[in-house]
């Protein structure tokens, strides 16, 4: 069956992935939070990546296909941006009002009126809601004495990257407006090259036929691949042979760093629809839970921090049972609490943002939800 089958309604695992690969970070990071090196997770030797990035780019692939399926379905750029800001602010804000005033005074080792005038504190709470520019990751004089020192929530740096695929997508969706009648066929020729040219440099600076490697163009190839495997979902047929000789060749491939890189890039992303959209029956099920993923990503690393900062020494083992323990705690909270009740405010942000830039026009009716 081709993808295009399945992309109809919410019946998918994206959810069950997305929670899988945020607990790949926490298990990646505890060995760095708890021992003080990056080096000690057991996959970068092997494989020359770890767990915690190939769970990244789980993530840019999934985020790729799935913003691209809402703008090209609902081609409102106002509905785009509002989806966008109410998924990530609300609870992004509210985990950094509990770093910066209750975790931050609570760890620091300087005396409160120094801490609240220090410009780190202004800086970090900033650029880590802003997301412009990059985040900061020290508040003053936190975590200092810890294995890996300073550091407060280091799990941020995708997320300005992340921000960045969607402003290249609203903002070529615009300009395109010019042409309205040919607008999705050219949008869709770009974002098929832009990934085409994308995925040719990454292999060249890889392997270091070009310089330049850098996280930005890894994470573009890995998004706008999702991208255009929702451009083309009515020509990519998911079958199982295709996905057993995937996963196959990604196996055996693990022996040696620089096949397996090859065999990854070109396989992650069918393995990863086929697992989104053909198992079924139980497996939905998870859905019924809710979307955790984004609070384990945003609370993990501020969690394992605390734990590193209240247990000196404390083991791998035990840094990621109590780090799981509490980080689900918040996340589970942060979804019940926050974010869902933060998504259903969408119609209404987007209905206001209407009338506020179309006042003379009449409103266009949102195509139905199909995703």
Not at 103 to 111: A, M, Q, R, S
């Amino acid at each position: 069956m081709k993808i295009s089958d399945f992309t109809q309604g919410r019946d998918n695992n994206f959810n069950l992935i997305r929670v899988l690969a945020a607990y790949a970070v926490l298990v990646t990071h505890s060995f760095a939070l708890a021992i003080g090196t990056p080096d000690a997770e057991p996959f970068r030797e092997t494989l020359g990546m770890t767990m915690g990035s190939i769970a990244v780019d789980i993530f840019f692939v999934t985020s790729g296909f799935l913003v691209t399926a809402s703008l090209l379905t609902r081609q409102s750029t106002i509905e785009f941006v509002w989806a966008r800001t109410l998924r990530i602010v609300p609870a992004l804000l509210v985990m950094l009002l509990l770093t910066v005033f209750g975790l931050g005074l609570f760890f620091t080792t300087k005396p409160w009126p120094a801490y609240f005038s220090d410009p780190k504190l202004v800086t970090y709470f900033v650029k880590c809601l802003t997301l412009i520019g990059g985040v900061a990751y020290e508040l003053p004089g936190v975590f200092e004495t810890n294995p890996y020192r300073g550091a407060v929530n280091g799990s941020l740096w995708t997320m300005p990257h992340e921000i960045r695929m969607y402003a290249i997508l609203a903002a070529t969706w615009v300009v395109l407006g010019v042409l309205p009648a040919s607008r999705p066929r050219i949008f869709k020729a770009l974002i098929m090259a832009w990934t085409s040219v994308a995925g040719f440099f990454v292999f060249l600076a890889h392997f270091h036929v070009v310089t330049g490697e850098s996280p930005f163009f890894h994470l573009f190839f890995m998004f706008f691949t999702g991208s255009t495997f929702f451009i083309l979902k009515d020509r990519i047929t998911l079958s199982p042979a295709a996905f057993i000789t995937c996963v196959t060749a990604m196996l055996l491939s693990m022996c040696d760093p620089r096949t397996f890189f090859v065999v990854y890039m070109l396989t992650l992303a069918y393995i990863l629809f086929y697992f989104a959209y053909v198992p079924s029956r139980l497996i939905h099920s998870y859905n019924r839970l809710g979307d955790y993923s984004y609070g384990i990503y945003i609370y993990a690393f501020p969690v394992q921090q605390s734990v590193a900062a209240l247990w000196p020494g404390v083991s791998v083992l035990s840094m990621i049972l109590i780090s799981t323990l509490v980080t689900l705690t918040l996340s589970v909270l942060s979804w019940h609490l926050l974010e869902k009740h933060a998504l259903r405010l969408k119609s209404r942000s987007i209905h206001h943002t209407g009338k506020l830039f179309f006042r003379h026009q009449p409103l266009a009716a949102t195509p139905p939800r199909t995703k």
